[in-house]
């Protein structure tokens, strides 16, 4: 499954997104076999085929493979605000990894909003982030208190958020 997935991701630096998204296909198929035996890797696999779809403009397929690997990632977790989170156990779910799956989903909503100038996409996509900005805080507290190996940043998504909020006022 992950060889598949590799090959996808050279497709996609070559601009071929059409044959990427085979691969990427191929990949998924096979990690959806055996979803516990890396789930992390097929997570990243979701998003790599998100962001094929994504290239192409087709964001709510994006989407909706963002949405897969979120699910894997937090199966029942159903936010009823912008800052909610759901319940991460370390043990069992990589928050990292969830984190970046939250940021890629604003990210494409922001792509979406880009084409669309909608104010219903800005929204979705300020909803996203603000989803994000607070997860990464919850992390943050986590990296601080567990005196972690590293610290996150939110790079373009705080810059993204910013031109969000100001379409969706």
Known sequence: AASYDHMGKVLSVQQEYPLAIEYHQKSRALFQQMPEENP????????????CHA?????????RYIQEGIRLLAPDFTPRSSYDN???DHASVNPYLLWF?????????????????????ARACLHTYYWA???????????????????????????????AVVVAS
């Not at 992390?40 to 962001?51: M, Q």
């Open 86 to 88: 759901p319940p991460v």
């Open 101 to 121: 799956m939250a940021n890629n989903r604003g990210s494409i909503l922001h792509q979406k909003f880009e084409q669309t100038q909608s104010v219903e996409d």
């Open 40 to 51: 992390d890797a097929f997570v990243c696999a979701l998003r790599n085929l998100a962001h």
């Open 55 to 63: 290239d192409l403009l087709e964001f709510d397929e994006a989407l």
């Open 133 to 163: 900005d607070s997860l990464l805080t919850s992390l943050r507290t986590d990296l601080f208190w567990e005196e972690s190996r590293a610290g996150l940043v939110g790079g373009d998504a705080r810059k993204w958020q910013n031109s």
